[in-house]
């Protein structure tokens, strides 16, 4: 399915300020941290039917043995406050949804700063995603005594495709080998193998798929290696890297919107021209401070939602790499962010934990064929934040927004 074109999403606009599709309601008592607060917050949820016991802390004792798989030397469980967002209207290839989003933190002001743009992007219509691309790779590496050796497994290597992929798909219902490269480094071989995962994030899949393909090779392989590793770094597993960012981590997602320029104007209290002022210099300065990608703060968006649902949070050091871009267009402000590295799944690993499933619950992303949806709400989310950011900058109002909300009085 493709994405909505430009004629239809300014219809959907349309429609919205002219009250055809009103905006959801907003989260109830933002701003109120007492216990009738809180359970407004919780009756909204059920009102929308969704329980959240555990989240609420009424979920009852835990049982040690339920997280086999997920922990070792278990003592305890660590808490961090969730707060609820939204909505956040999504017109994406695998979302088209008022969506309200919980984000796990222990810093004052995000969740505020997040809801602001959550909010401002629905009044605009919503914004726009599309999914182009999944892969997750392992990276194992051969040492031979010669460059003439690497150079023959190499080559080798090569014609092996249709045997590894069966090797793969012998060893789990859902990696795929969809990729494979072999690099030549002196007398070392790196195979850089890529694999979709279904909804799992897929990391263990990944690793096991390509211990298979391992032991494939050392049984057929013309030319022995002296020794290899499964994993040799190449695949920038848990980094920021600038090959991940070219040729995507995880699954690639991209948001778009246009805001008009009243709404930046009366939600933000700046322009469009300013706003663009402050990204271009933010942007500049990244560049002088050699950081991979261009954007303001991804990672705070996708770690409060990792934390929240249960996914791997290590990741967030490459799914927050990304790219930024703001243009005054129409007199608006057009505000786009792709993100290369998203890690994310909605089976496996943390998505099974209580908290995890509410959490993936309140998002409509439980189990199978819903990974999709999460990384484009990921990125729905990760915009709304840049958007907000740089309008407290643009505004200076940074400062004085943490100095209200990010302290404990």
């Avoid at 989260?27 to 909204?44: K, N, T, Y």
């Avoid at 699954?251 to 805001?259: I, N, P, Q, S, Y």
């Avoid at 249960?310 to 608006?332: H, K």
């Avoid at 990760?382 to 404990?408: D, P, Q, T």
């Amino acid at each position: 399915m493709g994405s909505p074109g430009p004629d239809h999403e300014w219809e959907r606009l349309r429609a919205v300020q002219r009250g055809e599709r009103p905006v959801p309601p907003r989260v109830p008592a933002p701003l109120d941290w007492s216990a009738a607060g809180q359970e407004r917050r919780l009756a909204f949820l059920r009102g929308r039917g969704v329980d959240v016991p555990h989240l609420a802390g009424r979920g009852g004792p835990v049982d040690a043995a339920a997280y086999r798989g997920n922990i070792e030397h278990f003592i305890g469980m660590a808490q961090v406050p969730v707060g609820l967002i939204g909505p956040l209207r999504i017109n994406g290839m695998h979302v088209r949804d008022d969506v309200y989003v919980p984000l796990a933190t222990s810093e004052g002001a995000l969740v505020a700063s997040y809801d602001r743009g959550a909010r401002l992007l629905s009044r605009a219509g919503g914004v726009s995603c599309v999914m182009t691309d999944q892969q997750v790779q392992r990276a194992p590496a051969f040492a031979f005594a010669t460059l003439a050796q690497a150079a023959g497994f190499a080559a080798w290597a090569a014609e092996q495709g249709d045997a590894f992929r069966a090797v793969a798909a012998r060893g789990s219902r859902f990696a795929r080998l969809t990729d494979m490269r072999a690099y030549v480094e002196a007398n070392r071989v790196y195979l850089l193998l890529g694999f979709t995962t279904g909804d799992a994030a897929g990391q263990n899949m990944v690793t096991f798929a390509a211990a298979a393909i391992c032991a494939d090779i050392l049984e057929r392989t013309p030319v022995a290696p002296e020794y290899w590793f499964v994993e040799s770094n190449l695949s920038g597993d848990k980094k920021a890297t600038s090959a991940g960012f070219l040729r995507t981590r995880g699954r690639r997602v991209t948001a778009e919107a246009l805001l008009p320029r009243a709404l930046v104007m009366r939600g933000l209290r700046t322009t469009p021209e300013r706003m663009c002022d402050c990204w271009r210099m933010g942007m500049i300065g990244g560049v002088q401070a050699g950081a991979t990608g261009a954007s303001s703060h991804v990672a705070n968006a996708l770690a409060a939602l990792f934390l929240a649902c249960g996914q791997d949070v290590a990741c967030v050091g490459e799914a927050s790499v990304g790219v930024l871009r703001m243009e005054v267009r129409d007199g608006g402000l057009y505000v786009a962010l792709t993100l290369p590295n998203l890690i994310v799944g909605t089976v496996g690993g943390g998505t099974r934990l209580p908290t995890a499933r509410e959490c993936l619950s309140i998002l409509d992303c439980v189990g199978e064929g819903r990974a999709d949806r999460f990384a484009e709400i990921c990125a729905a989310v990760a915009l709304a934040g840049e958007i907000s950011i740089v309008g407290a900058l643009a505004a200076g109002e940074f400062a004085a927004a943490h100095l209200r909300l990010g302290r404990g009085r």
